[in-house]
């Protein structure tokens, strides 16, 4: 609780202040020039088109606004072409489990690997680690920050529902997602939802957009319109479904929906 001062602390404090001014600031102590101010974030809003591409280093051959690329596979140059271009750009930044392909891969100490999920050469996180995970995460950040990035994709943040070898709560869930969004927030960089429908409404507000994987297939995009509503993109993809089946739900919803290979890389169909 914030103490209030008495009358005489207060008449102490404006003497003392008069005296410095008077005396040319304490004796001319330089404080140095002050901290550059955090640059604004950005804001994707509803029906924006994008590209996704996480295979291999991006091809900018795509006529878009928005692209959403590796961020340990692009260079700072490829993001300034990107810029350069017109173009906003996105890293995609794995979350929630360990790769053993990533050049980080040795700072994660083995009792935060869980069981793996699916996809060669990773493994779920302990996401209740916490104190363990927040620096490796932050130094990700750093990358995506120092490679002039606009926005983060993190992946993998719905691990509580899932087989990971540790007994995941959503409350842990909501814990570290919120986490997760405060790095990038700190580092000026914007940061999507991926996925996790059930947390949507407790974490609209926490998140600048929302990145969504075949809701039309499974019939869940509805789900994703509190973003809409709040006046943040969605950035769908759909996989097996054809456009002509999804495109006019997305359209509706306000979503910004295409078609792409599961290998996510240069090919899309777009509504």
Not at 86 to 115: Q, T
Not at 147 to 154: I, L, T
């Amino acid at each position: 609780m914030r103490r209030g001062r008495g009358p005489a602390a207060v008449l102490s404090a404006l003497l003392l202040a008069v005296l410095t001014a008077c005396s040319g600031g304490g004796g001319g102590e330089d404080r140095g020039p002050d901290p550059a101010p955090r640059r604004a974030l950005w804001q994707p809003r509803p029906g924006l088109a994008w590209q996704w591409q996480l295979d291999g280093r991006v091809d900018p051959s795509a006529d878009v606004p928005v692209y959403d690329i590796d961020g340990f596979e692009n260079s700072a140059a490829d993001v300034a072409r990107l810029h350069r271009a017109g173009r906003k750009v996105i890293c995609y930044v794995n979350v929630g489990a360990w790769e053993s392909f990533r050049p980080d891969r040795n700072d994660f100490p083995r009792a935060v690997l869980g069981a793996p999920n699916g996809w060669r050469g990773e493994r779920w996180l302990d996401i209740r680690r916490v104190s363990v995970l927040r620096p490796i995460m932050e130094r990700r950040f750093d990358m995506c920050r120092d490679k002039g990035f606009d926005a983060v994709e993190p992946d993998l943040v719905e691990g509580y529902g899932n087989e990971t070898g540790f007994p995941l709560t959503a409350r842990d869930q909501l814990a570290y997602n919120r986490m997760i969004a405060e790095i990038a927030h700190e580092r000026g960089l914007s940061v999507g939802l991926k996925n996790d429908l059930p947390q949507i409404p407790q974490l609209v507000d926490d998140f600048d957009f929302a990145v969504n994987e075949e809701c039309a297939q499974y019939g869940e995009c509805e789900r994703l319109t509190p973003f809409v509503e709040a006046g943040k993109a969605v950035f769908h993809v759909e996989y097996a479904e054809p456009t002509g089946r999804f495109c006019p739900q997305s359209r509706r919803l306000g979503l910004s929906s295409m078609l792409k290979k599961p290998e996510l890389g240069v090919w899309r169909r777009a509504c």
